[in-house]
């Protein structure tokens, strides 16, 4: 674990934020130099605290209306391999999210679609009929908020 200190954690919050920032501006913001930053952020990327950076699209601007979460509970456990099933369900376009976890179900998927008979489609078609695909649970998203997280 490394030790942050109040100015590693104000980069961390901020690159959470907008990953796009520079190192010259989030330095002004911080009153450090551009090379400063631009170490504290190699050090935090390369101590395993900062893991790349994303660029979140919007679903609904491009058409996907509708997200769903789906418990997915292995059919034949012990029969099905987890590869399989794990590579069967990534090369679902339309599944973004695969978690493997711990409790009633054994996979956790987040699914677009552009709308429910889409998804009916992509859940008929596709996920129902992956390897030791069982029982589903279906939990349409209302809305989302991002928090800010533990730092």
Known sequence: MIDLDDIDRQLV?????????TASSLGRQFGLSQPATWRRIKRLEQAGVLKGRRLRLNAEKLGFGVTVFLGVKLATKGRVSLDDFERAVVAIPEVQRVEHVLGLYDYRLRVVARDLPDFE???RRR????PGAGEVEANVLLSEERLAGPL
């Open 121 to 123: 489609r992509v859940l």
């Open 13 to 21: 919050r901020a690159l959470a934020r907008d990953a796009s920032q």
């Open 127 to 130: 996920i129902m009929t992956l």
